[in-house]
C-alpha cells in the first residue's frame, strides 16, 4: 500500500488528453511539500518529467504538465502519442514516517 | 555528460549480501545527495536511503534500516549501497538516482539486477 495512490491504470487514444492523480494526505502533499513526476518507459530506468510541482527538465515537452492543490497532484498529457506508453509515478516527502521520500503505486498509460 | 553508471547484474543465495556501485561523472558527486531505490518485478518504486556523499552522512528507510549501508569512495566519484540478510524478497532492480532540482531524482543510474535465488 504506496502512501501516495495513483490510478493503477489509464489509457487514451492517440491525439487526445489525459490525466493521473496522485491523492496523498496532511503528512506529505497537504503539508506543503513539492511533487515530482517521473516517466518509465518498459525495460528503462525512470526520467524526471516534472519537478517542484508543475516544472519541467529540458527536452519534456510541454505536452506535458502537472498541478497541485491540497493533498492532490495531478499529471496531464495532451496530444497522445504512442512513444507515451509506459507507468507514470508521483513522488513527495512525508514526515509520519521519520522523514522518508515517498512514490505513489505508479500508472501504466496505454495508449490505444 | 552528466551520468551514473552502476555495476552489473549479481545473483546470490539467501542470507547473503550484495554490494552495488553508483559511478558518478559529469557534474560535482560531492555537491549533490546519492539516494538509492529498488523496484521488484513489477512493482513500483521504493526508495531506500540517501547518503551525502561530502559528509557520509546517511538517512535509511525504516523498511532497509539494519540491512542496508551506503558509502562512498570520493577519489573515485563512487556511491555503494550494502544490502545484507537478503531474500528472495530483495530480487528486484536496484537503481542510483541523484536530486540536483529540491529533492527531484533529475538523474537516475542504469539499474542493477539482483536476483536472490537457493
Known amino acids: 500500500q504506496s502512501v501516495l495512490t495513483q490510478p493503477p491504470s489509464v489509457s487514451g487514444a492517440p491525439g487526445q488528453r489525459v490525466t493521473i492523480s496522485c491523492t496523498g494526505s496532511?503528512?506529505?502533499?497537504?503539508?506543503?511539500?513539492?511533487v515530482h513526476w517521473y516517466q518509465q518507459l518498459p525495460g528503462t530506468a525512470p526520467k524526471l518529467l516534472i519537478y517542484?510541482?508543475?516544472n519541467r527538465p529540458s527536452g519534456v515537452p510541454d505536452r506535458f504538465s502537472a498541478s497541485k492543490s491540497g493533498t492532490s497532484a495531478s499529471l496531464a498529457i495532451t496530444g497522445l502519442q504512442a512513444e507515451d506508453e509506459g507507468d507514470y509515478y508521483c513522488?513527495?516527502?512525508?514526515?509520519?514516517?521519520?522523514?522518508?521520500?515517498?512514490f505513489g503505486g505508479g500508472t501504466k498509460l496505454t495508449v490505444l | 555528460q552528466v551520468q551514473l553508471v552502476q555495476s552489473g547484474a549479481e545473483m546470490r543465495k539467501p542470507g547473503a549480501s550484495v554490494k552495488v556501485s553508483c559511478k558518478a561523472s559529469?557534474?560535482?558527486?560531492?555537491?549533490?545527495?546519492i539516494h538509492w531505490m529498488r523496484q521488484a518485478p513489477g512493482q513500483g518504486l521504493a526508495w531506500m536511503g540517501r547518503?551525502?556523499?561530502?559528509?557520509?552522512?546517511?538517512d535509511y528507510s525504516q523498511t532497509f534500516q539494519g540491512r542496508v549501508t551506503m558509502t562512498r569512495d570520493t577519489s573515485v566519484n563512487t556511491a555503494y549501497m550494502d544490502l545484507a540478510r537478503l531474500t528472495s524478497d530483495d530480487t528486484a532492480v536496484y537503481y542510483c538516482?541523484?536530486?540536483?532540482?529540491?529533492?527531484?531524482?533529475?538523474?537516475w543510474g542504469q539499474g542493477t539486477v539482483i536476483t536472490v535465488s537457493s
Open positions: 538516482a541523484t536530486s540536483r532540482i529540491g529533492d527531484a531524482f533529475d538523474i
Open positions: 496532511n503528512s506529505n502533499i497537504g503539508a506543503g511539500y513539492d
Open positions: 517542484l510541482n508543475t
Open positions: 513522488q513527495s516527502y512525508d514526515t509520519s514516517l521519520s522523514g522518508s521520500v515517498v
Open positions: 559529469g557534474y560535482t558527486f560531492i555537491g549533490y545527495y
Open positions: 547518503m551525502n556523499p561530502n559528509s557520509g552522512d546517511t
